[in-house]
């Protein structure tokens, strides 16, 4: 009698031993991370190339780990309980479950589940020649299971096969990126550079580009001496160059060009014919998106391009300079003058140009002003208000209150923003 007991008891506690492994694998195969896997596979890990097979069938490999789970578990119950009616009779039933629940729950389940959740890809890389081992063994029972709960699934509205996951990569970049600046181990500035690169597919010319009325162009009309004066006072490379009429831009002079010509020339400007020394305009359509012309700067080798509408009408100018801003912040050089689009008040409001795009100043501040229907913040006042305000006018949404310093004519000019408690009102 001693000696059933014992062997009883063992293969009790043997079998809560498989039944902490199944439960710390079923943890550890679906919070492992597919990124370091997938690296760990390029690396020559030959484990790692089985997690990565496995968590490709997610469904399947838990399936087979409750199979496995509950058939030890059940199993195990069922021992303690014969072993507890032998020995206490019919109550040995309430020492059974209680002891059994109380086994299980907590070296069967939390304690391995722990360890898991800590240590996943430690625990995925160690159980993954076993767990391949049981998926296929199990794999008819898992599949008829499977078949069984699309089945009922689909009786109640649901349809499981077409399930898919709700978030692209891109979102799940981003959120992996906020998650782990709020935890401290990416900065700001490194979190927006990072999700500068993410945003470039959302992003259309038109959000990047420098607007015609800030655009600095040359009239060919003017003499090359004049013309030479521009460029240097300027401190662009690239100008658009215009005859007759703003809108008809004939050609792009590149400083580079100007300056080789005036040497050629002897150092005599009047020798200079400027329209021969311009470069063929490119036009890009305002909708292109961000990245595809990224890409097409790097394909032609060119960082210049002016911006039409759905009319050929030049609505602005994009450099390459324009999208990498977009991803390492605003860069600028010694030629540069300096700006101060936001300027911070001692009462907390910020009195910001109204050009500032909203995507500058949202980031800036870790703010989250819609840039849907407007680009520049004073584009957004305009949209909320439905009306040109005048000075002196105030609107509140979006959590923050708006008031309208300066006007020029229908231009927006200065606007003081203050952060406010929750309201969607506008006044």
């Not at 699309?150 to 349809?159: L, N």
């Not at 003058?337 to 009195?351: R, Y």
Request: glycine content about 6%.
């Amino acid at each position: 009698m001693t000696l059933a007991i014992i062997i009883t008891g063992g293969v009790i506690f043997a079998l809560l031993i498989i039944s902490a492994f199944f439960s710390g694998a079923e943890t550890a195969m679906t919070a492992t991370s597919k990124a370091r896997m997938h690296e760990m596979e390029k690396r020559g890990s030959k484990r790692a190339g089985m997690v990565q097979k496995l968590i490709q069938t997610p469904e399947r490999v838990i399936g087979a780990i409750l199979l496995g789970n509950n058939l030890v578990n059940i199993l195990a119950s069922a021992l303690a309980t014969s072993l507890f009616l032998s020995l206490f009779g019919n109550t040995g039933i309430v020492y059974a479950t209680l002891g059994m629940t109380a086994l299980v729950l907590i070296f069967g389940e939390v304690m391995p589940k722990t360890y898991a959740i800590v240590n996943p890809d430690r625990y995925a890389l160690f159980v993954a020649p076993v767990i391949r081992v049981i998926v296929a063994v199990f794999a008819p029972v898992v599949l008829t299971v499977e078949f069984i709960v699309q089945r009922a699934m689909k009786m109640f509205g649901v349809d499981i096969s077409k399930a898919g996951n709700i978030l692209n990569p891109r979102d799940e970049l981003r959120g992996a990126i906020n998650l782990h600046h709020k935890s401290g181990f990416f900065i700001k500035t490194d979190r927006d550079m990072l999700g500068g690169i993410l945003d470039l597919d959302d992003l259309e010319v038109s959000d990047v580009m420098v607007h015609r009325t800030k655009m600095h162009t040359i009239d060919l009309a003017m003499s090359p001496s004049q013309i030479i004066k521009d460029v240097l006072d300027s401190g662009f490379s690239r100008i658009p160059v215009w005859q007759d009429d703003k809108d008809n831009i004939i050609g792009i002079l590149h400083a580079k060009n100007l300056l080789a010509e005036l040497h050629a020339s002897g150092g005599k400007p009047e020798k200079i014919n400027i329209k021969e020394i311009c470069i063929e305009p490119w036009f890009t359509p305002e909708t292109t998106p961000v990245i595809d012309q990224l890409n097409a700067f790097l394909r032609k080798k060119k960082h210049f391009s002016l911006v039409v509408d759905e009319y050929g009408e030049v609505m602005g100018m994009v450099t390459l300079e324009d999208i990498l801003e977009e991803i390492v912040g605003q860069i600028a050089d010694e030629h540069d003058a300096p700006e101060q689009d936001v300027a911070h008040e001692s009462s907390g409001s910020f009195v910001v140009n109204g050009e500032t795009p909203i995507r500058d100043i949202n980031r800036l501040h870790d703010w989250d002003l819609p840039d849907d229907e407007a680009t520049t913040v004073a584009g957004l006042v305009i949209h909320e208000a439905q009306i040109i305000p005048d000075a002196g006018q105030v609107f509140t949404f979006h959590g923050f209150r708006f008031e309208v310093l300066e006007k020029d004519r229908n231009q927006i000019k200065s606007i003081r923003i203050t952060k406010v408690a929750k309201k969607t009102a506008k006044s």
